[in-house]
């Protein structure tokens, strides 16, 4: 499948992946894709929020690692949620700029479904055993299709997130001695625990 690529992904992004797949680079298009519609840059800090539809009972949530690597929301920043939906589709949302909802075109997650890559998996073979030219095919492909070929977007009109107010403030737990954020300290006989040695108390 000789087709010409028109996007690319950085090398750290598989790196920080671990393996070369599909579903990492589609969400990485995914992500792009978002960005581009809402008119706004990768997020440095977090004033723009991911909500992954997908879920941890399935396979190919390899798309959310691209998706973090491409708006710079980060599980770590906690402004990437998973919905566990059970689907391959992400809200982007950024207070005064909108939401938008993207989602990979049924047809061409069939398309893709149906790469030598796949029968690899299909026998339990790891992502990183593949040989690197059926992962590139496929890789390839997904990086030869505009956007509007590999997905569907709508704009969420009425769709708003308010975070939860965090501190940086550590109180040490009267049980073991360990520093734990304020708001997670629980009373309990006038001592004030962490979550763990409340639940044992
Ligand atoms: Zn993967
Ligand atoms: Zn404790």
Same mark, same amino acid.
């Given at each position: 499948?000789? @087709?010409?690529?028109?996007?690319?992904?950085?090398?750290?992004? !598989?790196?920080?992946?671990?393996?070369?797949? %599909?579903?990492?680079?589609?969400?990485?298009?995914?992500?792009?894709?978002?960005?581009?519609?809402?008119?706004?840059?990768?997020?440095?800090?977090?004033?723009?929020?991911?909500? $992954? &539809?997908?879920? #941890?009972?399935?396979?190919?949530?390899?798309?959310?690692?691209?998706? @973090?690597?491409?708006?710079?929301?980060?599980?770590?920043?906690?402004?990437?949620? /998973?919905? @566990?939906?059970?689907?391959?589709?992400? *809200?982007?949302?950024?207070? #005064?700029?909108?939401?938008?909802?993207? /989602?990979?075109?049924?047809?061409?997650?069939?398309?893709?479904?149906?790469?030598?890559? !796949?029968?690899?998996? =299909? $026998?339990? *073979?790891?992502?990183?055993?593949?040989? /690197?030219?059926?992962? #590139? &095919?496929? *890789?390839?492909?997904?990086? $030869? =299709?505009? +956007?509007?070929?590999? !997905?569907?977007?709508? !704009?969420?009109? #009425?769709?708003?997130?308010? %975070?939860?107010?965090?501190?940086?403030?550590?109180?040490?737990?009267?049980?073991?001695?360990?520093?734990?954020?304020?708001?997670? *300290?629980?009373? +309990?006989?006038? =001592? =004030?625990?962490? %979550? /763990?040695?409340?639940?044992?108390?």
């Amino acid at each position: 499948m000789g @087709q010409k690529r028109i996007h690319e992904i950085p090398e750290w992004v !598989f790196e920080f992946h671990g393996h070369r797949c %599909p579903m990492m680079p589609l969400g990485y298009l995914a992500g792009k894709y978002a960005l581009k519609l809402l008119g706004i840059e990768k997020e440095k800090d977090t004033n723009t929020y991911v909500f $992954s &539809e997908t879920g #941890d009972g399935h396979h190919q949530g390899c798309f959310d690692d691209g998706v @973090q690597a491409a708006t710079g929301c980060t599980y770590g920043k906690g402004n990437y949620k /998973r919905l @566990q939906y059970g689907k391959l589709a992400i *809200i982007v949302y950024k207070p #005064d700029k909108g939401a938008v909802r993207i /989602r990979p075109k049924p047809e061409m997650l069939n398309e893709i479904s149906k790469f030598e890559f !796949f029968k690899y998996r =299909k $026998s339990e *073979i790891p992502a990183s055993q593949i040989p /690197r030219e059926v992962s #590139d &095919e496929v *890789i390839n492909y997904i990086l $030869s =299709k505009d +956007f509007e070929e590999l !997905f569907y977007y709508e !704009f969420l009109k #009425d769709f708003t997130y308010s %975070p939860p107010k965090k501190t940086m403030t550590r109180i040490i737990c009267d049980g073991c001695g360990e520093p734990t954020y304020e708001n997670y *300290i629980k009373i +309990f006989n006038g =001592k =004030k625990l962490c %979550p /763990r040695c409340y639940e044992v108390k």
